[in-house]
């Protein structure tokens, strides 16, 4: 069978692993056996992709991540140079966890900074944004901008990576793509496009 995906020579792709048409796969990484990887994706130099994730179409992974069992991201989602996934909650080196692997699901559109930590088992919103060196401890909601130690929201991004700026109404409009926004109960929804 025919692939329709780029390897780079030095990659290693295990047996059992999905790979979709259009993703290319870099210097020293290892892709390995269960996973799911979807169109059009990149994935970095010196990547580890553990089993059974799946990473959906068009996904950008940047150099030394290590993505490890649990983790799902959705289409689009975007992970900075030598961000870290956790899988397990309360890790022991004399304690073997493994079958107790917490899932961690990004979805469509987040972007998450390089060197940002994500704790397991919460969600990252859709379109969400992670500032570089964040540590994700809790769930992040649609649009968020989180930054530090633990990660704190401290504003909206839009689906074009732009901080959002409300007015009085509780209306804002992004500056490319024209998308409109507003916050209900604490929370950014889009509205429409302009």
């Not at 060197?115 to 909601?141: L, R, S």
Request: glycine residues 10%; charged residues 20%; aromatic residues 8%.
């Amino acid at each position: 069978m025919k692939k329709n995906y780029f390897a780079h020579e030095t990659a290693v792709i295990d047996e059992g692993c999905s790979i979709a048409n259009g993703t290319s796969i870099w210097h020293f990484s290892h892709i390995m056996s269960g996973c799911t990887i979807g169109e059009n994706c990149n994935i970095g130099q010196n990547v580890v992709v553990s089993p059974d994730v799946v990473l959906g179409k068009n996904v950008k992974v940047q150099n030394n991540v290590s993505i490890y069992t649990g983790v799902i991201c959705e289409d689009d989602v975007f992970l900075g140079p030598s961000m870290v996934f956790t899988n397990v909650t309360n890790p022991r080196s004399a304690v073997i966890r493994r079958g107790q692997y917490t899932r961690t699901l990004v979805k469509k559109g987040a972007s998450i900074g390089a060197n940002a930590t994500i704790v397991c088992g919460y969600d990252i919103g859709e379109y969400a944004f992670i500032g570089a060196g964040a540590v994700v401890t809790k769930e992040v909601p649609p649009y968020a901008l989180v930054i530090g130690n633990p990660a704190r929201r401290v504003g909206w991004m839009s689906e074009y990576g732009h901080k959002l700026s409300f007015n009085d109404e509780g209306i804002a409009i992004c500056p490319e793509g024209k998308d409109k926004y507003k916050i209900k109960n604490g929370l950014v929804i889009k509205l429409a496009i302009l």
